[in-house]
């Protein structure tokens, strides 16, 4: 029993070198395929067991195969923007079909030489195409990303990476900022009370600024910022007087006010008060009249000042029609009529907000203020009007007013998105495309004496503009470029882990499916948790050794050629046996 024992065992011997060797030669035969794991033959022994120690029986050996899924292979560079390799463990997902209205199965590769076809759809060298998480709209913009992008972690929820995107693609614009400086020293106008603004149209405006914008169609449109400098929604007036200064004499030309004339100021509920030109005293000069009115009630009621044209402004600091207006009348003589300043009552812009601040814009969309009073930081000297003016302009988009504070920043409150900006709603550009909202950001706005002057002016639309290029990224996303500049996310590829991705099933062009024993796919985004990094503009090489390779092809012909000596020799032997009389 023995001998022939020998001779089966050596036949096993025969054939699993045989598939050995089918292993290496596979491996070789693929050592320049992208993303090919290689297999290695793993022998076990199948041993028979007699029942007396004293004999022996022969047993054989089987060969299994290993495949070295979880082996990285070498990363290369190529020159092509939508190859990517994994560095780390996971796969791509893959279909040999092109639309999911076509029945088929996911596959997983680490084949990453990408390419578009000729119907813009992303598919390998083998021939599977590309599938990955659609990008919302809102994320497409790298910029501008929301992060509402809902990344499914089941494969059903992945869909076809197309990029063929025929018609081009513009962008709206959703959000812009300003950066500028207002000149403190520009000369303020007075305000219609009824409202708490210059009457629109202005004449003679202090300062503008256009910023291009793109609406839903990918066309431009002009938004044109209008810059006045006013007295403010409190009361205020300003004489008709120019080129005074601190000292002037106001009992001399070109005011001539007759010593011992007097005039009264009152505010709201505050007791009225008389300044009085007096001589003898020393009470004479333009200085004396800021003294009083800044010093009226005890102070921080009122406010006097000369402007950069040396008129005199006489201004409250409330808006509260019912405490904060003011009354000014002359008492002997006409010390105001000389000032070239109107008597009577001056009734502040009361506004509509619950706040007592005057609602500077009429419809809410204006930044709140900050500083206000009873603040020591409210500046009423830092009042500016905004008309923001579209493709309409017998009605501006919307207007308001903005204020500084006296070190020149914006006197502006954050919102609940922590944005200090003007919001446009529902702007109509009258030519067919979508109502449009648009928030600009006036964070960076100043007002330092000196020259207008424009930082920065940016948003984020473009206009209609044609596929130059595509790439994948670092992240995953599957980028398309456009000749108007722009950048767009489209897809987020997943990296898919599997729990033994060793024991994943093996078919062709370079792919798997899942098992059993493999568990089932995971998907991650690159780089999360035990998903690998990816590697842009490259490709994973084969994990073939040619030179291991070599080496076990020579072992395993050495052991072919063995177990054939072994049956030459179990021949000669029964060869002698028939031979025996």
């Known amino acids: 029993m023995s001998l022939f024992g020998s001779l089966y065992t050596a036949v096993s011997g025969l054939s699993a070198q045989s598939q050995a060797t089918a292993i290496v030669s596979n491996n070789i035969a693929n050592v320049n395929t992208t993303g090919f794991k290689r297999s290695e033959a793993a022998f076990a022994a199948l041993v028979t067991v007699e029942s007396a120690s004293a004999r022996y029986s022969p047993g054989a050996v089987t060969v299994n195969r290993l495949q070295q899924i979880d ?21 791509f997902t893959v279909r040999s079909e092109e ?76 959000e812009g900022s300003l950066g500028l400086n207002l000149d403190a ?49 409190q009361a205020a007036t300003v004489s008709g007087i ?17 010593d011992g004339s007097s005039f009264d100021l009152q505010i709201g509920g505050n007791a009225l008060e008389t300044f009085t030109v007096d001589t003898a005293t020393g009470i004479d000069s333009v200085n004396d009249i800021i003294n009083f009115v800044n010093n009226y009630g005890g102070g921080n009621i009122a406010q006097a000042f000369l402007d950069a044209d040396g008129r005199l402004n006489i201004t409250g600091r409330g808006f509260d029609p019912a405490n904060d207006a003011m009354t000014l009348t002359d008492g002997a003589g006409t010390p105001l009529a000389s000032l070239g300043i109107a008597a009577g009552t001056i009734t502040p812009f009361a506004g509509g907000s619950a706040n007592g601040l005057p609602d500077a814009n009429n419809d809410g969309t204006f930044p709140d203020f900050q500083n206000a009073p ?14 923001v003016v579209g493709p309409n302009s017998a009605a501006p988009l919307t207007q308001g007013l903005i204020n500084f504070n006296s070190d020149g920043t914006l006197n502006a409150a954050s919102d609940l998105d922590g944005e200090r900006d003007i919001e446009l709603r529902s702007i109509d550009w009258m030519n067919g495309s979508e109502t449009q909202d648009i928030d600009i950001n006036i964070d960076s706005f100043t007002q ?77 985004e690159a780089g999360v948790s035990q998903a690998g990094f990816l590697e842009t503009s490259s490709i994973e090489q084969s994990n073939v050794d040619l030179a291991d390779e070599f080496t076990k092809l020579i ?24 031979r025996l009389r």
């Open 71 to 91: 082996q990285q292979g070498q990363i290369a560079q190529t020159g092509s923007s939508t190859d990517v390799a994994v560095s780390g463990d996971g796969f």
């Open 99 to 174: 639309s999911l209205d076509i029945a088929g199965d996911f596959k997983y590769t680490r084949n990453g030489q990408f390419f578009e076809n000729e119907r813009g759809i992303l598919q390998n060298s083998a021939g599977q195409f590309l599938y990955g998480w659609a990008v919302d709209p809102l994320d497409q913009d790298p910029n501008t990303s929301q992060d509402v992008t809902t990344y499914n972690p089941d494969v059903s929820a992945l869909v076809p990476v197309d990029v063929s995107l025929a018609g081009g693609q513009s962008r709206m614009t959703t």
């Open 185 to 233: 020293d520009e000369l303020s106008r007075p305000v219609n009370y009824a409202n708490g603004l210059v009457d629109y149209p202005t004449a003679d405006l202090d300062y503008t600024r256009t910023l291009r914008t793109y609406d839903s169609l990918g066309s431009a449109q002009d938004i044109t910022f209008e810059y006045i400098k006013v007295n403010g929604p």
């Open 242 to 258: 120019q080129e005074l200064t601190e000292d002037q004499d106001l009992t001399g030309a070109p005011l001539n006010i007759a």
């Open 374 to 387: 009873p603040s020591a930081n409210y500046n009423p000297r830092g009042w500016w009007q905004v008309n």
């Open 448 to 524: 330092f004496a000196g020259l207008y002057n424009v930082s920065f002016a940016n948003q984020d639309g473009a206009e209609l503009g044609l596929k130059t290029g595509v790439e994948i990224d670092r992240e995953g996303f599957v980028n398309a470029r456009f000749s108007n500049g722009t950048l767009s996310r489209l897809y987020k590829l997943p990296i898919v882990t599997f729990p033994s991705a060793t024991n994943l099933q093996e078919i062709s062009t370079t792919s798997y499916v899942e098992s059993a024993e493999s568990g089932e796919p995971l998907l991650q």
């Open 555 to 578: 072992v395993t012909q050495r052991a072919y050629s063995a177990n054939t000596k072994v049956i030459t020799t179990v021949d000669q032997m029964t060869d002698d046996l028939l």
